[in-house]
T-cell receptor, first 114, second 111 residues
Framework: EAGVVQSPRYKIIEKKQPVAFWCNPI?????LYWYLQNLGQGPELLIR????????DSQLPKDRFSAERLKGVDSTLKIQPAELGDSAVYLC????????????FGQGTRLTVV | TQLLEQSPQFLSIQEGENLTVYCNSS?????LQWYRQEPGEGPVLLVT?????EVKKLKRLTFQFGDARKDSSLHITAAQPGDTGLYLC???????????FGSGTRLQVQP
C-alpha cells in the first residue's frame, strides 16, 4: 500500500514569491492534515480536512496561506507571498477518519525562503 | 491551548544504556501517542495509549500513560544505534480531532 505522497521534497524560493505544496493521502483516508515543523521542534497543525471540508483551520495564517482539498482526495497548500520566516518543513498526514486517530505522515516538503 | 513539554530535549548515550523520556502537560488527553522521526522523513507512530495508568511494551520500548492522563513516559532498555532519532509525544484532547505535538527529544545512541 502506498503511503502519503508529497511533492516537491525540496523547494527554494525568493521572498515574496508564491509556492505550492501537493499531497496525496493514503487511499480511503478521509482525514487530511497539514502540519508545519520548524527545525528541532514538533509539528504544529495548520489545517485539518474531513473529506473536502476544512474543519479546523484556526492556526492557518489566512492572510498568506490557503489550502484546498477538491473532491476530498488530494490537497494543495499555498503560500503567497512567502516570507523568510516561512522556511520550515511542511508535513502532510492522513488518517482513516472519525474512528481512528493514527496519523500517517508523508516525507514532507522542506521550504527555504531566501 | 494544550501544551506538551518533553524532557530532555537532547540525549546522547552509549549503546547498551537505558533511558527515559518524559512528556508532561497540565491538560488531560483522551489519548496519547509516541512517534519517532528520522532526518528527512515524517514521524512514524510507535504506540497509542488510551487508559490512565496503561503500560505498553514494544520490544525494548516501554510506554506508560499517567493515571490522570496528563503525562507519559517512554523507557528504552539497552539502547542501540538504530534507536537514534527524534521522539515526539502527541496528545489528543477531549473533543479535538487533531494531535498536539510536544517539542521532541532528540536521541543519539553512540556505538
Amino acid at each position: 500500500e502506498a503511503g502519503v505522497v508529497q511533492s516537491p521534497r525540496y523547494k527554494i524560493i525568493e521572498k515574496k514569491q508564491p509556492v505550492a505544496f501537493w499531497c496525496n493521502p493514503i487511499s480511503g483516508h478521509n482525514t487530511l492534515y497539514w502540519y508545519l515543523q520548524n527545525l528541532g521542534q514538533g509539528p504544529e497543525l495548520l489545517i485539518r480536512y474531513e473529506n473536502e471540508e476544512a474543519v479546523d483551520d484556526s492556526q492557518l495564517p489566512k492572510d498568506r496561506f490557503s489550502a484546498e482539498r477538491l473532491k476530498g482526495v488530494d490537497s494543495t497548500l499555498k503560500i503567497q507571498p512567502a516570507e523568510l520566516g516561512d522556511s520550515a518543513v511542511y508535513l502532510c498526514a492522513s488518517s482513516l477518519g472519525m474512528s481512528s486517530t493514527e496519523a500517517f505522515f508523508g516525507q514532507g516538503t522542506r521550504l527555504t525562503v531566501v | 491551548t494544550q501544551l506538551l513539554e518533553q524532557s530532555p530535549q537532547f540525549l546522547s548515550i552509549q549503546e547498551g544504556e537505558n533511558l527515559t523520556v518524559y512528556c508532561n502537560s497540565s491538560s488531560v488527553f483522551s489519548s496519547l501517542q509516541w512517534y519517532r522521526q528520522e532526518p528527512g522523513e515524517g514521524p512514524v507512530l510507535l504506540v497509542t495509549v488510551v487508559t490512565g495508568g496503561e503500560v505498553k511494551k514494544l520490544k525494548r520500548l516501554t510506554f506508560q500513560f499517567g493515571d490522570a492522563r496528563k503525562d507519559s513516559s517512554l523507557h528504552i532498555t539497552a539502547a542501540q544505534p538504530g534507536d537514534t532519532g527524534l521522539y515526539l509525544c502527541a496528545g489528543l484532547g477531549t473533543g479535538r480531532r487533531a494531535l498536539t505535538f510536544g517539542s521532541g527529544t532528540r536521541l543519539q545512541v553512540q556505538p
